[in-house]
C-alpha cells in the first residue's frame, strides 16, 4: 500500500512539473502532443485520428543529410484572430502544427529542430532565431480577410526554398494557391529582421468557415506536408 502511495504521489509532482516556460524546444525527446493541461496531465489524443502518411514503422529509415542543418520553426502567437468557427483561434492551431512538425522531422531525419512552443513574443522569437544562428527559419500562419488558398512570403533569395515549401503543402490543399509574395516590397517584420534563410507560409484564410474546418481537421497532415516540403529542399541543395 505505501509503494502504490508513493507512486501515486510521484505521478502528481510529475504533472505540476510540466514547465511551459521553455522558450525554445532543442530537446532530443519527441513531443507526444501539444495538448497537455499543467492543471491535469491529460493528453488531446485527437489529432492521432487525423489522415496522415507518417510511418509508424519503427525500421522505416532515417534521411540522413550530409551536414546537421538547424531549423527554427516560429507558429504564430496571434490568439485574438479567432477562427470563423469561433471555436478556436490562429495561435492554438498553428501551434498544433508546429509540435507535429517537430515530431515528424525529428521522427525522421538528422536535423536540429529549434521551436518557439511558449508562445513567446514575435520579438523574442525572432531574436532567439538569430541568437542560434539557424541555417533555416519557417514561421507558420493562417490568413485572413476573405481570400482563398495558401501564400508564401520570403525575399527574393529564398524564392526556391519557399516555392519547394509552398509546392509540398498545396498537395493536400484543395484550394488555390496564390504563390509567393515579396516580403521586403511588402514589409513584414519577420521577413525583414530573421538572418537566415527564411519564409513565412499562409496556409488558409480562416474567416472563411470552410478552410478553417480544414485547418482544424487536418493539423498533423498539414504538419507532415510542411516538413516534407521542407525536407525536399534540403535534399536538392544538400546533393550540389
Not at 507512486?7 to 502532443?33: Q, R, T, W
Request: negative net charge.
Amino acid at each position: 500500500m505505501k509503494k502504490i502511495i508513493f507512486g501515486l504521489a510521484i505521478l502528481l509532482v510529475g504533472c505540476k512539473n510540466i514547465n511551459n516556460d521553455d522558450s525554445i524546444f532543442n530537446s532530443e525527446e519527441v513531443i507526444i502532443d501539444s495538448s497537455i493541461s499543467e492543471d491535469n496531465c491529460v493528453v488531446d489524443e485527437s489529432s492521432e485520428n487525423q489522415n496522415s502518411n507518417v510511418s509508424t514503422d519503427e525500421e522505416a529509415e532515417l534521411i540522413v543529410f550530409s551536414k546537421e542543418y538547424s531549423i527554427y520553426i516560429n507558429p504564430s502567437v496571434q490568439k485574438h484572430n479567432i477562427y470563423a468557427t469561433n471555436t478556436s483561434n490562429e495561435a492554438i492551431e498553428m501551434n498544433k502544427i508546429a509540435v507535429e512538425m517537430v515530431n515528424y522531422l525529428k521522427l525522421n531525419t538528422n536535423l536540429i529542430i529549434n521551436a518557439n512552443l511558449s508562445n513567446q513574443e514575435l520579438s523574442k522569437s525572432i531574436a532567439e532565431s538569430n541568437n542560434l544562428q539557424v541555417d533555416y527559419h519557417l514561421a507558420i500562419h493562417s490568413n485572413a480577410g476573405g481570400g482563398k488558398g495558401s501564400e508564401i512570403w520570403t525575399r527574393n533569395s529564398y524564392n526556391n526554398y519557399a516555392q519547394t515549401i509552398l509546392n509540398s503543402l498545396n498537395e493536400i490543399l484543395p484550394y488555390p494557391t496564390r504563390g509567393i509574395k515579396d516580403g521586403i516590397a511588402n514589409p513584414l517584420y519577420e521577413i525583414k529582421n530573421v538572418k537566415a534563410t527564411v519564409a513565412l507560409v499562409e496556409i488558409l484564410f480562416h474567416d472563411d468557415i470552410h478552410q478553417a474546418n480544414f485547418i482544424i481537421d487536418n493539423t498533423k497532415l498539414i504538419a507532415e506536408y510542411l516538413a516534407l516540403g521542407m525536407i525536399n529542399y534540403l535534399q536538392t541543395i544538400d546533393n550540389k
